[in-house]
């Protein structure tokens, strides 16, 4: 009925110190990216598909960062927190339906940045109103979807080993070792699904940003490459740093890496992804940051 986060069971003394710092940063995390929906949402000048988009993906980060962060928080201050099998099932929901949501998001905000570079004169005629609600729509309706049946098989697993989960929010891989049902269904539905969720847009990405740099490569001054290449560096950087964790965690072998290896590595992605995006693209960006100034 109930499982036990250990969560960072091994603090000792640091335990007030680490509580502290997490919910700075989650609290950085939450007005970092409300203040990008409030900015593109208020101001003219930013009234263009590039940040309506982003405001999409900074929706993606609260829910992310909100879905985890408080749990883990509350571990950290009772050394180890009780989760109900319900509470756990929804977390893990929520957590990979927003997972399969931002992998097609930043597969969409490609899609822009190439109209936007690689057909500058159809760019404002595709890229209508309608085209935008569209390309935003689908990436939400298919990340909860998608995942509904292999989050309803696991939880009709059985579940009668220990419930200790040694991390700091439910994840597929420790609620499998948890159960003594047969779970091979579950692992061959979670790799099938894997190859459409992060192998097809991760590959359109690289394939988007291949004729995106050999339009940027035709531009005959240097000035000019700067400034195109400039509106697509944010992305660039943020999808560098969304993909390079979620493959450090699910593709690497979790045998090949010790518990807290991978404790950090469920930080980067759940924690400071969320929180890194808003600061990329409002360092990088000169339209937010002037915005920012006038503000």
């Not at 640091?14 to 609290?27: G, T």
Request: glycine share 4%.
């Amino acid at each position: 009925m109930e499982f036990i986060l250990l969560g960072f069971g091994n603090l000792h003394s640091f335990r007030i110190v680490f509580f502290i710092v997490f919910l700075i940063i989650y609290l950085s995390t939450v007005l970092g990216n409300l203040l990008i929906i409030l900015l593109v949402s208020t101001n003219l000048q930013l009234q263009s598909p590039m940040y309506y988009f982003l405001c999409h993906l900074s929706f993606s980060d609260l829910m992310m960062s909100t879905n985890i962060v408080p749990n883990m928080l509350s571990t950290v201050l009772s050394r180890g927190k009780k989760i109900t099998f319900i509470d756990c099932i929804t977390q893990l929901y929520f957590y990979s339906g927003t997972i399969v949501a931002e992998c097609f998001l930043l597969s969409v905000m490609s899609y822009d940045r190439f109209l936007a570079i690689c057909n500058p004169l159809r760019y404002s005629s595709i890229m209508d109103l309608r085209c935008q609600i569209f390309l935003s729509l689908w990436p939400w309706l298919l990340g909860f979807t998608f995942n509904l049946s292999l989050v309803f098989h696991i939880s009709n697993l059985i579940f009668c080993k220990d419930n200790i989960i040694d991390n700091f929010y439910c994840d597929l891989f420790p609620l499998q070792q948890l159960s003594c049902s047969d779970t091979s269904l579950v692992e061959l539905e979670a790799f099938l699904n894997s190859m459409p969720v992060f192998l097809v847009p991760c590959g359109f990405i690289i394939v988007t940003y291949v004729y995106i740099f050999y339009t940027i490569g035709k531009i005959s001054s240097t000035t000019g490459k700067q400034k195109t290449f400039s509106t697509c560096s944010s992305h660039l950087i943020v999808v560098g740093t969304f993909y390079g964790t979620l493959i450090a965690k699910y593709m690497i072998p979790s045998k090949e890496r010790s518990l807290f290896v991978s404790k950090i590595i469920s930080l980067l992605h759940t924690v400071f992804t969320p929180l890194f995006n808003p600061i990329i693209y409002s360092l990088r960006n000169k339209d937010i940051k002037t915005t920012l100034k006038k503000s």
